[in-house]
């Protein structure tokens, strides 16, 4: 091969393949829980070696740690109106599993593991509730940003891991509207 040439060889590119080992995670975690994923499913659907996740985030506890903490952004909740909060946090807790960043399904699928439940406390009080606190102000604020994670993973919880056969085929405009109220008054 001549210096004009271009290499034939495929490049590696680093920053996509540990981008497709996160979302791949992040789609294992959020459907069989921490125990129950192994680095090999994870690797397999993101199509890469099982090598790399050593290589790029050290073990399976901090592919973890790397694929909770890109879904816990509390920006994401803070960049909402004020005005129209509560419909906003619903609609977004309601999207469609593909367009959907919540990060709760992990979170209560990975509480049976102690390991994974500590990382997950100390990234939900880092990343989450002490900005919501903050966002809120010093008047309750912990205590809001407490009962946003209250409402929030009881609906996660009872529509996608324990789905309750009254919300079927979707919430009705009324339940919609109690839950927007009710993430709303943590507000107004």
Not at 60 to 80: D, M, P, R, T
Not at 90 to 118: E, G, I, K, Y
Request: glycine letters at 6%; proline letters at 7%.
């Amino acid at each position: 091969m001549s210096m004009a040439e271009p290499d034939p060889r495929p490049q590696r590119d680093a920053t996509r393949t540990r981008a497709a080992i996160l979302h791949a995670a992040q789609q294992a975690f959020s459907a069989k829980g921490y125990t129950d994923t192994g680095v090999r499913d994870i690797t397999a659907a993101a199509g890469v070696n099982p090598a790399l996740v050593s290589r790029y985030f050290g073990s399976k506890e901090k592919l973890y740690e790397a694929a909770l903490s890109q879904l816990l952004n509390a920006e994401l909740v803070l960049g909402f109106p004020r005005a129209r909060f509560g419909e906003a946090v619903v609609r977004m807790l309601l999207a469609p599993a593909p367009q959907q960043r919540n990060p709760l399904p992990m979170m209560l699928l990975a509480s049976a593991d102690p390991t994974a439940r500590a990382i997950t406390e100390r990234l939900l009080t880092e990343l989450f509730l002490e900005p919501m606190a903050r966002w809120y102000g010093p008047e309750r604020g912990a205590e809001k940003a407490a009962c946003f994670s209250l409402l929030a993973s009881g609906l996660t919880l009872y529509r996608q891991i324990y789905p309750l056969a009254a919300l079927e085929g979707g919430l009705s405009d009324e339940t919609r509207g109690w839950l927007a109220g009710a993430f709303q008054s943590l507000i107004d």
